[in-house]
């Protein structure tokens, strides 16, 4: 679901009039027109989903129900909104109020949208990637020994039923170490 709650209540609402422009452009679900600060905002949301990538973002989708969410939303996206009839709002409220309320609407600006996360988490993202790149070296080289140690066991398994302890201690000096200190200091493991 793209929206909240209500988004699907909007959707299906709209869907059985057959008419998207209802929900995001100049009426509501009620079928009232929208104050002008909405409308406004809704013509911002416009524009900007002119820049969107909507086929990059369309391949991300795995489930059906999210492409349908989203086939729906770039189709409201798509969509040209109707320019206010401020002579109607004018006929049936009054023409100061809805004066007053064009003359707001006319004067908002949206600001346009300034990256300044993105630059501060940039370096703290390539100190990750390299520590990222260590850490894969290292467990690969990690992985190797590993290979080698569990081939050595392998082998020893094979061996072992017609191995001789000189063969064993042969590979393992330590181990033969150990056992001669033990035997000398008469440590028999009691």
Known sequence: MIGGGCEREHREHS?????WNRVWG?????GKKMSGTVKKVTDVAFKVGKNIDWDGMGKLLVSDEARREFSNLRRAFDEEPEPID???YRKGIGPRLVDMYK?????IEVPKFVDTVTPQYKAKFDSLLIELKEAEEKSLKESE?????????QELKKKL???TADEYFEKHPELK???DDEIRNDNWGY
Do not use: C, P, Q
């Open 161 to 163: 039923s017609t191995m």
């Open 103 to 107: 003359e707001h609407y006319e004067s």
């Open 15 to 19: 869907s059985e009039k057959g008419n």
């Open 86 to 88: 401020w002579d109607y």
């Open 177 to 179: 170490k150990k056992f």
């Open 145 to 153: 020994r590993l290979e080698k140690e569990i081939a050595e066991v």
């Open 26 to 30: 100049e009426e509501n679900i009620a």
